[in-house]
């Protein structure tokens, strides 16, 4: 409760209310600055503790970049045996088709070793993928060269109509 021998009371009307300089203690706290001041440096250790993604990256990614998910020849294995326990797993020429296309991944990649066998579709490769693949015995190919297998050569009949 408020009392008139309060030191508010006593000051009231000096500049100062007896802290000396103006700027003394005027709103700065104990460790000193304003709002989010000293993040860097002095406050780094809170900034650790109580606000670990203070630092990190925030806002907008660029709609015109491209991500590009992946996947090496090493995981396919894992991936069959995975497709195999959902009851997913199809086969193609006599081999385990796997049509990395419509499982969400752009592009396949080298690294890793290969046992098995496998058909494959991808919309791109490594060459090293490529030659592993090949080496197992299996079959890679890509929605390009699928459509220029399925291509009919164009009929000949409407040439030779002209000619005659």
Do not use: C
Request: glycine letters at 10%.
């Amino acid at each position: 409760m408020p009392h008139k021998l309060r030191k508010t009371r006593k000051t009231r009307g000096s500049r100062t209310v007896g802290y000396g300089v103006t700027g003394q203690h005027r709103g700065v706290g104990q460790r000193g600055g304003h709002g989010k001041a000293g993040r860097r440096k002095h406050l780094a250790s809170w900034v650790l503790r109580y606000e670990p993604d203070y630092f990190t990256k925030k806002g907008f990614h660029s709609h015109r970049q491209k991500r590009v998910r992946s996947i090496n020849v090493g995981e396919l294995e894992e991936l069959e045996a995975k497709l195999r326990a959902q009851k997913k797993m199809k086969a193609q020429e006599g081999l385990p088709f796997l049509n990395l296309i419509e499982l969400g991944y752009s592009k396949l990649l080298g690294s890793g070793r290969i046992e098995t066998s496998f058909s494959i579709e991808a919309s791109s490769y490594s060459k090293s993928a490529a030659r592993k693949i090949e080496e197992a015995g299996g079959k890679l190919k890509s929605p390009s060269q699928i459509a220029l297998e399925s291509k009919e050569e164009p009929i000949a009949s409407h040439s030779k109509a002209k000619e005659t």
